[in-house]
């Protein structure tokens, strides 16, 4: 070695290679979705949770969406929990149809606490239910979502995850570019991941939980990303998340910059804290296993370390072109033309999937700022990193009254347009 940093400098560069190819070569296999024989009678039953914390100007909406879902009402209930509310959240969805109950607890706040605490009740209680199905109260629920979960759970899957659309794209910048990121993830990441055999990891809304994992193995996801939790909780035993592309739930999307900074801060902070409990875990059963997906598990939990350390890379590297202080190996090991397809790729697939979904004119032009919403992790990411530790739960205020009709004329999207020809042929 010709520089006593390349000690340090040459593991980093090797870790910036490896990671590139595979989120390079992993996004290709989620530009197309493999053809899918379905299971269209219904057979399963499911208990459909809200955990609701003060969600009183939208809470309606989504109850009313939900009675209207393209499955026999017999086979599923929608149920609601209030939890600490101070507003008319229980009121408003008991009087829109759903089962309330309501949660107070000072010492034990959180989505992961609610969520443990209504599990308990479905157990205990003498109407059980073949798969629990979970939405944040702010969402809208595409009406064939529940017939696409029925056909996955007929198929043996367990722990699923649907497609997380937006709700409110077009309302701002920041909304835009937080679903142009969701839309991308959806696609070269967990459809990517589907299709090549790995897990996808749950979203903490529009997700599907077979009950006899839950009661074998139990929730104790409390963290603040009860999702990823239990997603790792769930893979170091050999289960899978898998993907549903076509069982879609649109999600409402931060207005401004600031809530969206709380938002993911909080993402960011739950992610490292799953990171450290569950990487050695995972590496060990991994290996024990000779489990490919559960290896892949840690690859998702180093995510932000990655973030992190191709940033400080970055830093070095034009210190080093003032004052060169270790080995630049990163076009030894691939050419300098393969750098330069890596790096119009990132501007490529983004593209590519808005022109799959068939995004509205307004979100191209949003897309202009997508750069900046992406590159807007690094600080967000390194905050998170510096609390990791404190697990205050933030919650985001949401604001947009929608009905599910409103969000299938105004998102122009692939999906909104066969939501819709489903919703008319049903009426």
Same mark, same amino acid.
């Given at each position: 070695?010709?520089?006593?940093?390349?000690?340090?400098?040459?593991?980093?560069?090797?870790?910036?290679?490896?990671?590139?190819?595979?989120?390079?070569?992993?996004?290709?296999?989620?530009?197309?979705?493999?053809?899918?024989?379905?299971?269209?009678?219904?057979?399963?039953?499911?208990?459909?949770?809200?955990?609701?914390?003060?969600?009183?100007?939208?809470?309606?909406?989504?109850?009313?969406?939900?009675?209207?879902?393209?499955?026999?009402?017999?086979?599923?209930?929608?149920?609601?929990?209030?939890?600490?509310?101070?507003?008319?959240?229980?009121?408003?969805?008991?009087?829109?149809?759903?089962?309330?109950?309501?949660?107070?607890?000072?010492?034990?706040?959180?989505?992961?606490?609610?969520?443990?605490?209504?599990?308990?009740?479905?157990?205990?209680?003498?109407?059980?239910?073949?798969?629990?199905?979970?939405?944040?109260?702010?969402?809208?629920?595409?009406?064939?979502?529940?017939?696409?979960?029925?056909?996955?759970?007929?198929?043996?899957?367990?722990?699923?995850?649907?497609?997380?659309?937006?709700?409110?794209?077009?309302?701002?910048?920041?909304?835009?570019?937080?679903?142009?990121?969701?839309?991308?993830?959806?696609?070269?990441?967990?459809?990517?991941? %589907?299709?090549?055999? @790995?897990?996808? *990891? !749950?979203?903490?809304?529009?997700?599907? &939980?077979?009950?006899?994992?839950?009661?074998? =193995?139990?929730?104790?996801?409390?963290?603040?990303?009860?999702?990823?939790?239990?997603?790792?909780?769930?893979?170091?035993?050999?289960?899978?998340?898998?993907?549903?592309?076509?069982?879609?739930?649109?999600?409402?999307?931060?207005?401004?910059?600031?809530?969206?900074?709380?938002?993911?801060?909080?993402?960011?902070?739950?992610?490292?804290?799953?990171?450290?409990?569950?990487?050695?875990?995972?590496?060990?059963?991994?290996?024990?296993?000779?489990?490919?997906?559960?290896?892949?598990?840690?690859?998702?939990?180093?995510?932000?370390?990655?973030?992190?350390?191709?940033?400080?890379?970055?830093?070095?590297?034009?210190?080093?072109?003032?004052?060169?202080? %270790?080995?630049?190996? @990163?076009?030894? *090991? !691939?050419?300098?033309?393969?750098?330069? &397809?890596?790096?119009?790729?990132?501007?490529? =697939?983004?593209?590519?999937?808005?022109?799959?979904?068939?995004?509205?004119?307004?979100?191209?032009?949003?897309?202009?700022?997508?750069?900046?919403?992406?590159?807007?992790?690094?600080?967000?990411?390194?905050?998170?990193?510096?609390?990791?530790?404190?697990?205050?739960?933030?919650?985001?205020?949401?604001?947009?009254?929608?009905?599910?009709?409103?969000?299938?004329?105004?998102?122009?999207?692939?999906?909104?347009?066969?939501?819709?020809?489903?919703?008319?042929?049903?009426?």
């Amino acid at each position: 070695m010709n520089y006593i940093f390349d000690y340090i400098m040459i593991p980093m560069q090797l870790i910036i290679v490896f990671f590139t190819l595979y989120y390079f070569f992993l996004a290709f296999f989620g530009i197309f979705k493999r053809h899918e024989s379905k299971i269209t009678t219904p057979k399963n039953t499911f208990a459909v949770i809200v955990a609701a914390h003060n969600e009183e100007q939208v809470i309606g909406q989504l109850v009313e969406n939900l009675h209207i879902l393209n499955y026999p009402s017999e086979l599923y209930d929608i149920y609601v929990i209030a939890d600490n509310c101070k507003d008319k959240t229980a009121l408003i969805a008991k009087n829109a149809g759903a089962i309330v109950h309501e949660r107070f607890s000072l010492d034990q706040k959180g989505k992961g606490y609610a969520m443990e605490w209504m599990f308990e009740k479905l157990f205990t209680q003498k109407k059980q239910y073949d798969a629990v199905v979970v939405f944040d109260a702010d969402n809208l629920v595409d009406t064939n979502f529940l017939l696409e979960m029925n056909n996955r759970l007929c198929k043996g899957e367990k722990v699923i995850q649907g497609y997380l659309d937006a709700k409110n794209p077009n309302d701002t910048w920041i909304s835009a570019t937080f679903a142009i990121s969701f839309w991308v993830v959806n696609h070269i990441w967990h459809l990517a991941k %589907y299709n090549v055999g @790995l897990s996808s *990891v !749950l979203g903490g809304t529009g997700m599907c &939980i077979s009950t006899d994992i839950l009661k074998k =193995f139990g929730w104790g996801a409390t963290c603040l990303t009860e999702d990823m939790e239990f997603t790792m909780k769930v893979l170091l035993i050999g289960i899978r998340t898998t993907w549903a592309h076509d069982a879609i739930v649109y999600d409402e999307k931060p207005l401004t910059f600031k809530q969206s900074w709380k938002q993911r801060k909080r993402w960011a902070q739950g992610h490292f804290d799953v990171a450290g409990r569950f990487i050695p875990k995972l590496l060990i059963e991994g290996i024990k296993r000779r489990d490919i997906r559960i290896l892949d598990g840690i690859l998702h939990l180093i995510q932000p370390y990655f973030l992190l350390l191709s940033t400080l890379f970055v830093l070095f590297s034009y210190i080093g072109y003032i004052t060169p202080f %270790y080995t630049n190996i @990163l076009y030894m *090991v !691939l050419p300098i033309e393969v750098w330069t &397809i890596i790096g119009v790729g990132q501007y490529i =697939f983004p593209a590519i999937i808005l022109f799959k979904i068939r995004a509205n004119w307004k979100t191209w032009i949003y897309s202009i700022f997508y750069p900046l919403f992406i590159y807007s992790w690094i600080p967000i990411t390194f905050v998170g990193y510096l609390h990791r530790h404190e697990r205050n739960w933030s919650h985001t205020k949401h604001t947009r009254s929608l009905s599910y009709q409103d969000v299938l004329l105004s998102n122009s999207t692939e999906f909104s347009k066969e939501s819709l020809v489903s919703k008319q042929a049903i009426k």
